[in-house]
């Protein structure tokens, strides 16, 4: 996760890997990985690449963020620990995709 100044994160709420808050913003629910959330109250308005890049629209396939952006953006390591994550949650969430 990455938040800005002046985030304030709410108790007991995830945000997820990946996932980017703007500044200032109240999260108050749970921020999906790979997701970028501003406002008060917070709500998701994009994806959030592996390598930090901001994409619109919010349905475009997080598959296809990492395969075109991430590839080039990012060392061997960074970018299987992107494809294990995206792998996940694959696997038992459906939110983010
Ligand atoms: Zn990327």
Redesign the pocket.
């Known amino acids: 996760m990455l938040a800005r100044w002046g985030t304030i994160v709410r108790c007991g709420i995830d945000v997820g890997a990946f996932a980017m808050v703007g500044a200032g913003a109240v999260v108050t629910k749970s921020v999906p990985p790979f997701h970028l959330a501003k406002g008060l109250p917070t709500e998701a308005i994009g994806k959030v690449?592996?390598?930090?890049?901001s994409h619109w629209p919010l349905g475009i396939p997080l598959s296809d963020?990492?395969r075109d952006?991430?590839r080039e953006?990012?060392s061997a390591e960074t970018f299987a620990i992107a494809e294990r994550t995206l792998d996940r949650l694959r696997g038992g969430q459906t939110t983010a995709a």
Do not use: E, V, Y
């Not at 690449?49 to 890049?53: H, S």
């Open positions: 690449c592996a390598c930090g890049q963020l990492i952006c991430c953006n990012m």
